[in-house]
C-alpha cells in the first residue's frame, strides 16, 4: 500500500503521463488521417475480433524463424498478462489489504503464472538484446545497396536498445517488487521464482522490505508512465498498431487485389502516390505497425536477388520520414518530398515482381506491395517515368490487345487440332468461356498448354467455347507496371465483352493465372464479376467426377513451380498438385513451395522489363532451386513462369501441368 | 521558340505480319495513329521549348478523322495542334501537301523552327518536309540525329546529320526547317493528365480557303495507280542441300530480289 | 517532244556512289531515243566523266562551282532546275541517299513537278513516265504515274558494265553564280559509326540460344561485317551473358525493321519476334525445324548454323569478288 502522499504523487503522474499519451497518440492518428482514402472501422465487434486474434494469435509470426518467434511468443504473452498485472498492482497500492483475486482458488494460479511470464518476458528481451547487439543478426540489417533513410540505422539501435532495457526494467523492478513482498509477507509457494530472490533479502528488516518494495513499485509503474507516451515514437507501437492493422484493413477479394482509380471522376487531380501522404491511410499505419524484423525482406525475390529493393526498407523509410517531420505533418504542413526521394530507390520500385510474398509474410498485416504499385501509377500517370522496355508492351495493349504488338488470329493456336473449338458466336449455349489469354494465344510453348486444355475439356466433354478474336488482355500488365488508366480502359471493354457473352452466368476457364486473378479478383472493382477457376482447377474437378480417366503411368520424378498468381494471391496449392498425383506422377518439392514458393521472376511486368540490376536473376534462382529436386521435368501453371523458367535454363524441361496430364489421358 | 511540328497521320504499321498485309491492312482500315517519326520530331519540340521557352504546334493536313491522331500530339505536350483539311487534298501528293503546310505555316508565323520527321512511315517518300522549306526558301537541316547547340539569342543552331557513309556537322540560322531521325531522342509517353487534357482540347480545322489556297494550286502532280502485292512475299520457302549448297541458293535468291 | 532524261551523279569524297551508275542504267532501260545526259557536280578534270559515258549517259554537263568545298542541295539544285526549265520536257533519275532525296524534292518544288521516291523500276507511258515504288514499309508495291523527278532505291538495277566503246561529249557548265551563299554551313564531318548500330541497320545477323556461347557469335560478326550490317542477339543469349545488352533485339531490346534479318540458331519466342517481325526479309537458320521462328521466315535452313553462316559468309564473297 502506498502512502497518502505517494498515491497522490502517482496520480499526478498518470494524468501528466495521460496529457502526454494523448497528445502524441493524437499527432499519430492526424497523421494517419493524412492518407488517403480511410480506414475500415465499421462492423466493430467483428473487427475487435479480427485485431484480437491477431494479437493473440500473433499474426503469422511463427511462419519463419521459430526460435525467435517461440521467444516473442513469450514475451507478447507476458506481456499481454502484464496489463492485467499492471492495474493489478495499482489497485493493490491503493486499497488497503486488496489482492487481486486474493485467497480465491484463483490467486495462487494468478500469482504463478506471473511470476512465470516474467522470467519468460526478461528471458526473452535478452534473447533479443544478445541477438541483435550481441550476435549482430545479420535478418536485422539492410544491404548497403538499399536506400536507408539516413536516421534510421541509428534510430533503430536506439529504439530497440530502448525498448529492450524498458521491458528489463519494467519487468525486472516489477519482479524485484514482487520479492520484497514475498519477503515481508515470509514466503508464497505460488511464486518460486521471484521467491528464490526474496530469500537473499532474508537479513533484511521489515521497513527496509517495504522501502524496498516501494522504490520498486515505483520504478517499474513509473517507467510504464514514462514509456507510454513514447509508443507512437517506437516500432514497439506494433504492439497495438499491428491488431489495429488487421481490424481496419480495407476489405480486400485477395490479397494482392488492387483498389481501382475511377477515371471518369474528373476532380481527381492525383492519381497513384507521389508523396507519403498520397498512400492509403492503411499504409501509414503499415509504417507505424512496422517492427522492422525484416521477414518481408527474407521473402522478397527482388531483394534475395540482390536488388536495391527491401520491402521493409520502404516501411523503415516511411516510418522515420514520418518520425523526421511529425509536427509538422500531423499539423497539416504540406507534404512535398517525393517518396522516390526517402522511401525507395528509382530502381527499387520497377524491381518488385508484385508476388505478395511481403503481404504474406508480414506478422503486423503490413501491405508494402501496395505502395510500391501506387507509386509506379505516380511514375506512369502522373510523371511518364518508367522503363523504356515498358512503353512497347503498352503500345501493344493499345493498339492490339496483346503485349507483344502482334496483330495475328486469335484462334491460330487451334489449328493442330483434330476438333473444333467453338468461339461463343458459334456455341452460344456454352457452359464454361475458356480464356485463352495473349500468350495462349501467341506465345508458341503456352499455344500448347491451350491446345492440351481444349483436349482435355474436349475429352471430358466439357461444353465450352472461347471468345475468339474478341478476346484481349486483361490488362494486368499494365496495372502491375502502374499504367492503371490502360488497365480501366482494358478492363471496361473486357468486362463489356464478357458480359455480353453471358459470361458472367457461367464459368471461365482461363490457363493464365494472371487472368485469373485479373478477371476474377479485379474486375469485381469496375461491376465486372465472374466465377473463374484456373484450368487445373477445373481439370481436377472433371478428374473427381470421373469425367476424365488418367493413365497411372510411370512415375517420373516431377517438381512443380507456385505460380504466384495460382498460389499466394488466389489460395490454389492443391488441384495442381492433385492433377500431377492423378496423372502418376511423383512430386519432389522444392524446398521453397506452396505458400513460400519464390517466384519465377516474371511477375509485376517484370516479363516486359529487363531486370534490374542485382547479383543474380530471379528466374536461374529458382530454376537452380528447381535442379536441386531432382525431379526430372518442371512442371508450372503459368504460361509467363514458363516463359522465364524455361529462358533460365536447359537442363530441365518445363511443362504446364495441362500438358503432362493431357500425355495421360487413359 | 515558337516551335512549328509537321506531324500526319499513318496506319499503325506494327499491324503489318504474319496473317495480316499491306494490302488488307489498308483494306480493312488499321488503327490511324502518329506517324512514329514524327513523335521524334515533337519530342525534339518539346525539349527545346523546355530548355528555351515557347510554344509548340502541332499541324498536320489530313481527313477530320485525324483530329483524334492530334489529340496524342496535344497529349505529349503540343500547345496547340491544327488541322488542315480540305476535300481538294483527298489524293494529295507530296508537292500539294508541302504547298497547304507552306500556306499553313505562313497563318501560322511568326515561328523559329519548324521540325518535321524523316518520312510518314506509310509512303515513305520523305519529301514533303524538305518540299515545305523549298517553298518557304527556309534554310534546311535534314536528318537531324544531334543537336549540339541552341542559341536563341543569336538564332542559330548546330546539328549533326546522319548521312549514308558520314555524319554531318552543320550550323544553321534561324527560323529553319530541320527533319530528324530516330536516333535524337526518344519520344515521351503521355501523362494521363495531358491525355485527359487533350480529350478535351479544340483543335481548329482549317480549309484551302482558310490559308488562301485553291484547289487548282493543290492539284497533284503524280497519281497511284495501283496497288499491287510485293512480289516474291510467298510465305516460308525452306532451302534444302548441304550447307554449301543451301547457302549459294539463299544468296541467289536474296540477290534476285535486291535485298542484297 | 520527246523527254530528256538527267541523271544526277552523286560524288562523295571524290569517288561516285555506285547508285549513280545504277541510275543511269535506270536511265538507259526507259530511254529509247532519248537523251540521257549525265549531271556531275565538280570540277572538268575527273574520271567520273568518262565512266559516266561509258556507263550509259549520252552526254555529261559539269556543273562546277569552286566556292563551295561541298556538295549543298540548294546551289546545285538551282542549277539542275535552271537546265530541266531550259530543255523541255525532261526528267531527273536521283540515286536515292539522304543528299539525292534532298536534291530530288527541292529540284520537284522549285519547278511545280511530281516527285516519286525510292522507286523499283520506271517506265514510259507515252509521254508519262510511270514508276514503281514500296509503301507501307514495304508491305505493298505501288505504281506511281506522274513524276517527272524520281529517285531509285540502291539495288534496284544492276549497272551497266562499262563500255569502252560508248563516246560523247564532257561540257563544263559555267560556275554558278559566286553570290550563291548557302544558308546552311558545314562545319565538319565525322565518319559513320564504325558499329553499325542495330536501329539503322539495314541487315541484322542474330544469335540466339544455338550460337551455344560468346565465341559462338564470331561467324556471326563476319556473316554480318560481309553485308555491311549489325549483329543483334536474342534475349537468352544476352541473359547468358554471352553478348552485350546493346545486341538485344526482342520486347525488351531494341524493335528493328531491316530489309533483312537472319535469325541463327533463335527459336523465335514471341518476346524476340515482337522486335523483329516487321524486318523485309527473314531468313531463319536452326536445327529445330519446328521452332517457331520459321512461321515468321520468308527463307529457312533446317540445318547447322556453325556450317551454315560461314557458307553464306563464303557465298557472298564470291558473289562480290
Known sequence: ?666 | MNIITLVKQAPDTTQLSGSLDGLKLLAEGAPRVLNPWDEYALETALQLVEAHGGSVTALMVGPAAATETLRTALAMGANQAVLVDDPALAAADTLATARTLAAAIGKLAPFDLIIGGRAGIEGNTGATAIQTAALLNLPLVSYVAALKTVDPAARTLTAVRLLDNERQIVETPLPALLTVVKEINEPRFPTFMQLRKAKKATIPTWNLADIGLTAAEVAPQVSWLAELPPAGQARLELIEGSPAQAAAQLVERLSKQQII | MSHTIFVWIEPTHGAVDPIAWEALAAARSVAGERPVVGLLPGPAEQPAAAEAIQRGADRVLLIDEPALPQLQTEPFAAAVVQLMQNHPPAVLIVGATAAGLELAAVVAARLGVGLATNCTALSFDGDQLVATRPALAGNVIAAVSGPQVVTLRRRALEAQPLDAARSGPIEALPPLSAAIEAAVRIIGTEPADHQVSLANARVIVAGGRGVGGPAGFEPLQALAQELGGAVGASRAAVDAGWIPYAHQVGQTGQVVQPELYIACGISGSIQHLAGMKTAKTIVAINTDPAAPIFKYAHYGIVGDLFEVVPALTEAIKQRSG
Not at chain 1, 118 to 129: E, P, Y
Not at chain 1, 266 to 295: K, P, W, Y
Not at chain 1, 308 to 335: C, H, M, W
Open chain 1, 1 to 666: 500500500m502506498l502512502t497518502p502522499p505517494e498515491k497522490i504523487l502517482f496520480a499526478i503522474a498518470v494524468l501528466i503521463s495521460l496529457y502526454f499519451t494523448y497528445h502524441s497518440f493524437a499527432k499519430m492518428a492526424a497523421v494517419i488521417g493524412r492518407g488517403a482514402g480511410r480506414l475500415n472501422l465499421d462492423d466493430l465487434p467483428r473487427r475487435l475480433g479480427a485485431g484480437l486474434v491477431a494479437l493473440v494469435g500473433q499474426g503469422n509470426i511463427l511462419r519463419r524463424r521459430p526460435v525467435t518467434s517461440l521467444f516473442h511468443w513469450a514475451v507478447a504473452w507476458g506481456f499481454l498478462l502484464y496489463v492485467i498485472v499492471n492495474l493489478a498492482d495499482v489497485l493493490q497500492a491503493y486499497l488497503p489489504g486488496f489482492r487481486f483475486l486474493g485467497n480465491t482458488p484463483l490467486g495462487g494460479p494468478y500469482r504463478f503464472v506471473v511470476d512465470l511470464a516474467s522470467v519468460m518476458i526478461l528471458l526473452g528481451v535478452v534473447f533479443f538484446l544478445l541477438r541483435r547487439f550481441v550476435a549482430a543478426a545479420p535478418a536485422l540489417s539492410f544491404r548497403p545497396n538499399v536506400m536507408l533513410h539516413p536516421a534510421a540505422q541509428q534510430g533503430i539501435r536506439h529504439d530497440s536498445l530502448l525498448v529492450g532495457l524498458f521491458i528489463l526494467g519494467h519487468v525486472g523492478f516489477r519482479f524485484l517488487g514482487e520479492s520484497f513482498l514475498i519477503a515481508h509477507e515470509s514466503g508464497d509457494p505460488w511464486q518460486p521464482l521471484a521467491g528464490a530472490v526474496a530469500s537473499l533479502w532474508s537479513g533484511l528488516a521489515t521497513t527496509q522490505l517495504l522501502i524496498g518494495w516501494h522504490i520498486f513499485w515505483w520504478l517499474a509503474l513509473g517507467l510504464i508512465l514514462l514509456f507510454i507516451p513514447y509508443f507512437p515514437y517506437s516500432k514497439h507501437a506494433h504492439l497495438f498498431m499491428g491488431p489495429f492493422n488487421y481490424m481496419s484493413r480495407p476489405p480486400r477479394p485477395s490479397p494482392g487485389a488492387l483498389p481501382a482509380i475511377d477515371f471518369e471522376d474528373e476532380s481527381l487531380e492525383q492519381f497513384g502516390a507521389t508523396v507519403l501522404t498520397d498512400l492509403h491511410r492503411t499504409h501509414l499505419v503499415d509504417a507505424f505497425a512496422c517492427i522492422m524484423c525484416n521477414r518481408c525482406q527474407d521473402a522478397c525475390p527482388a531483394y534475395l536477388t540482390g536488388k536495391e529493393l527491401s520491402p521493409s526498407a520502404l516501411e523503415v523509410n516511411k516510418r522515420f520520414f514520418i518520425k523526421q517531420n511529425f509536427t509538422g505533418l500531423a499539423d497539416g504542413a504540406a507534404d512535398e518530398t517525393p517518396l522516390l526521394e526517402f522511401a525507395l530507390s528509382e530502381s527499387a520500385l520497377w524491381a518488385c515482381l508484385a508476388c505478395g510474398a511481403c503481404i504474406d509474410v508480414c506478422p503486423v498485416g503490413n501491405e508494402p506491395m501496395f505502395d510500391i504499385l501506387d507509386i509506379r501509377r505516380s511514375q506512369v500517370l502522373m510523371e511518364s517515368q518508367f522503363p523504356a522496355e515498358l512503353r512497347g508492351a503498352f503500345t501493344g495493349l493499345e493498339r492490339n490487345g496483346n503485349p507483344w504488338q502482334v496483330a495475328g488470329d486469335r484462334l491460330a493456336w487451334t489449328e493442330p487440332l483434330d476438333f473444333a473449338v467453338p468461339t461463343v458466336e458459334d456455341n452460344p449455349d456454352y457452359e464454361v468461356l475458356y480464356w485463352v489469354g495473349c500468350a495462349g494465344a501467341f506465345d508458341s510453348d503456352a499455344q500448347r498448354t491451350a491446345r492440351a486444355i481444349a483436349t482435355l475439356l474436349h475429352a471430358a466433354g466439357v461444353n465450352f467455347a472461347v471468345l475468339g478474336n474478341d478476346e484481349s488482355c486483361t490488362g494486368d500488365m499494365a496495372r502491375r507496371a502502374g499504367n492503371e488508366y490502360l488497365f480501366f480502359e482494358m478492363a471496361q471493354a473486357n468486362i463489356e465483352i464478357l458480359t455480353e457473352a453471358k459470361a458472367h452466368q457461367r464459368r471461365i476457364v482461363t490457363g493464365c493465372p494472371h487472368c485469373l486473378h485479373t478477371l476474377g479478383q479485379e474486375y469485381g472493382a469496375l461491376g465486372g464479376h465472374f466465377t473463374v477457376l484456373h484450368h487445373t482447377q477445373l481439370i481436377s474437378e472433371l478428374v473427381g467426377a470421373g469425367r476424365l480417366k488418367l493413365t497411372g503411368g510411370a512415375q517420373e520424378a516431377i517438381t512443380f513451380h507456385d505460380p504466384c498468381y495460382l498460389g499466394r494471391h488466389n489460395g490454389e496449392f492443391d488441384a495442381p498438385r492433385e492433377l500431377l498425383s492423378a496423372a502418376g506422377l511423383a512430386l519432389n518439392e522444392m524446398p521453397r513451395h506452396r505458400q513460400n514458393a519464390f517466384c519465377c521472376g516474371g511477375g509485376g511486368a517484370q516479363v516486359w522489363k529487363e531486370e534490374e540490376p542485382g547479383q543474380a536473376a530471379v528466374s536461374a534462382s529458382r530454376y537452380a532451386e528447381a535442379e536441386s529436386t531432382g525431379a526430372a521435368t518442371l512442371a508450372v501453371g503459368c504460361p509467363f513462369c514458363a516463359r522465364m523458367l524455361s529462358d533460365a535454363g536447359q537442363s530441365l524441361p518445363v511443362r504446364d501441368v495441362a500438358e503432362l496430364v493431357a500425355n495421360r489421358i487413359a
